[in-house]
């Protein structure tokens, strides 16, 4: 069964620090994984795109990680802002023909950046 | 460029009644995703169309539930005989290509609250 689990579910951190979330997923056949930050009352707004060769790839400060091999993801948020406080969504999209995509949603870990 | 656009945001009706979301997808953009996310649990797809088609209705509850993407207007999802258990966030998607692209970027509109008493 596709899955993705992330973890943790919620964080508690101090603005200024940095903070790592997980992913892991047992999507097959693979095609690529997005990370999401959702507001509180928004919709989700992406931050990465990864496909299988990609290992890394940063948007200001946030930097995502992707193995391939072991299916796991981390997404590093580098000197938080209150800001940041928000659910980062993992997302993997499985590589079928037609269809939606098969986008496969992750809970969410909930970041709360305390001042 | 003023984004998906979601109408109602907040959405209160009593069990039985009906319910319809709108869903206004960016400029360019001619294909259409729902999801619905209940509290605490990640998002789950419902249904994708394309203008006046509809792709893959997997997700979808088959009954009292149903979706349109006229070829004017937005999109509207339709609940019919609303129960408790159809309380959720219903976010909406558009993308400017199919889904079947690998790197398919969606964007998602603010969502509606729907509650049910």
Partial sequence: ?115 | NAGVMQNPRHLVRRRGQEARLRCSPMKGHSHVYWYRQLPEEGLKFMVYLQKENIIDESGMPKERFSAEFPKEGPSILRIQQVVRGDSAAYFCASSPRGAGGPLNEQFFGPGTRLTVL
């Fill in chain 1, 1 to 115: 069964k596709n899955q993705v689990e992330q973890s943790p579910q919620s964080l508690i951190i101090l603005e200024g620090k940095n903070c790592t979330l997980q992913c892991n997923y047992t999507v097959s056949p693979f095609s690529n994984l997005r990370w999401y930050k959702q507001d509180t009352g928004r919709g989700p707004v992406s931050l990465t795109i990864m496909t299988f060769s990609e290992n890394t790839k940063s948007n200001g400060r946030y930097t995502a990680t992707l193995d391939a091999d072991t299916k796991q993801s981390s997404l590093h948020i580098t000197a938080s802002q209150l800001s940041d406080s928000a659910s980062y969504i993992c997302v993997v999209s499985a590589r079928y023909g037609g269809s939606q995509g098969n986008l496969i949603f992750g809970k969410g870990t909930k970041l709360s950046v305390k001042p």
